[in-house]
């Protein structure tokens, strides 16, 4: 369940409602072109200029095919050694585009194009490290360039380099007060170490900006912000705002039954895990929450078959968990012991376990096998206040 989830609260990681700022705009009179006759330099010009064009049109192939011809008559042509950069990296063959723009940077080094492309590709292989050391160097030839300092702060942010990172968008915001990446890095920053209501300030700015026009992502950040805070009712309103855009939207039908499940309304929670379920039938998680909003509900069959056919797609730790607690609920208490005892050898730090395996001695009228469970638990060195409180109760 813990990798949906963490989809759930990075999903919406990217900026909204700007143009994109990925690329450069290439002057190809800023590059030098090798040749000695005044023809040569000519075609070769012609060729960059038409090789930069087609890659805007993503010919990507045509591209290639000009550049290819540069580097047949002048081999190390830094224009068209980034230019075969960034076809390369179009295609999303980032370790060839790597390639190129070291080879260029070899011969042409600080060559800034070069260097933005070569950060870019390591940022897409997750290597952030190397995607700040080069970005940190281009930022010595322009420090002011607001699209790669968003970048290096996106890079830091992805290290978990808290301090820097926020330096590095708070740089951009001095230099430009309303700068979304810089808005949206911050709440995705401090969302990502739990700072929700800092988080809220940053994306509630964002929402001033464009009232009538916010970004979805923007709507679905803000409820997730107000889901982690536990003020579900608060949440509601943005991600029904974010299902008025897009009916569909995994992440708005998601927040909204999570918050209906914050609120104890079932019935609510369920509405919006089926309509995920429509869309994604073998969703395992979805599968499981809407199993847990069954049994709340005492519809036992139908949870059954929701951690059933959770279980049919690939063995899941809630769905067994489920699935014995119905058994406990139905009175079959054997068979919910041998599955607790199977998820304790599993997971023997889980408090929870330990609480419904004790439940079902408890419930069978054996107050010292419950007692022992407990014990069993508070032998491992940690203290846990359900499992002290339910060991009070039993010794009352």
């Known amino acids: 369940m813990s990798d949906l989830l963490e989809q759930v609260e990075a999903g919406n990681d990217s900026p909204p409602n700007t143009k994109d700022n990925q690329e450069f705009d290439v002057n190809p009179g800023s590059f030098d072109f090798a040749g000695s006759e005044d023809q040569e330099v000519t075609e070769i010009s012609e060729l960059s200029k038409k090789g930069y064009q087609f890659l805007k049109e993503d010919r990507i192939s045509d591209a290639v095919e000009c550049f290819n011809r540069i580097l047949s008559v002048d081999d190390n042509n830094n224009y068209a050694l980034v230019g075969m950069g960034d076809a390369a990296r179009k295609r999303g063959n980032f370790k060839d585009a790597v390639n190129y723009y070291q080879r260029c940077l070899t011969h042409h080094p600080g060559n800034n194009y070069a260097l933005f ?3 870019d590709c390591y940022k897409a292989l997750n290597q952030y490290h190397k995607a700040i050391e080069i970005w940190e160097q281009y930022l010595q030839h322009d420090d002011k360039n607001i699209t790669v300092l968003t970048r290096v702060a996106d890079a830091y942010r992805k290290v978990r380099d808290f301090k820097r990172s926020k330096a590095v968008y708070l740089k951009v915001l001095e230099m430009e007060d309303w700068n979304p990446y810089a808005i949206i890095g911050l709440g995705h920053l401090h969302y990502d170490f739990k700072e929700y209501r800092d988080a809220l300030f940053y994306w509630e700015k964002m929402l ?6 916010v970004d979805i992502r923007v709507l679905t ?3 997730n912000c107000h889901r982690k805070l536990k003020t579900f009712e608060n949440g ?3 991600f029904e705002r974010a299902l008025q855009r897009d009916p569909y939207n995994f992440y708005a039908l998601f927040g909204l039954a999570d918050c209906y ?3 104890n309304q079932q019935n609510r929670s369920l509405e919006y895990w089926n309509r995920i379920l429509e869309q994604d039938p073998r969703n395992k998680v979805i599968l499981t929450r809407a199993g847990d909003a069954y049994r709340s509900l005492g519809d036992y069959n139908q949870a059954v078959d929701c951690y059933r056919r959770a279980l049919n797609i690939e063995f899941d730790t809630y769905a067994v968990l489920g699935l014995a607690i119905v058994a406990k609920a ?3 208490y054997d068979e919910a012991i041998e599955s607790l005892r199977r998820l304790i050898q599993q997971d023997p730090k889980s408090y929870r376990l330990y609480i419904e395996l004790a439940d079902c001695y408890f419930r069978k009228g054996d107050k010292y096998k419950a007692l022992e469970v407990l014990e069993e638990f508070q032998k491992q060195g940690i203290r846990n206040t359900c499992i002290t409180e339910f060991m009070e109760r039993l010794k009352a």
């Open 117 to 119: 492309g070569l950060a």
């Open 208 to 213: 001033e900006t464009n009232k009538d026009n």
């Open 221 to 223: 950040s803000i409820g």
């Open 236 to 238: 509601i309103p943005y």
């Open 261 to 263: 499940r914050g609120m």
């Open 330 to 332: 139905t009175s079959k």
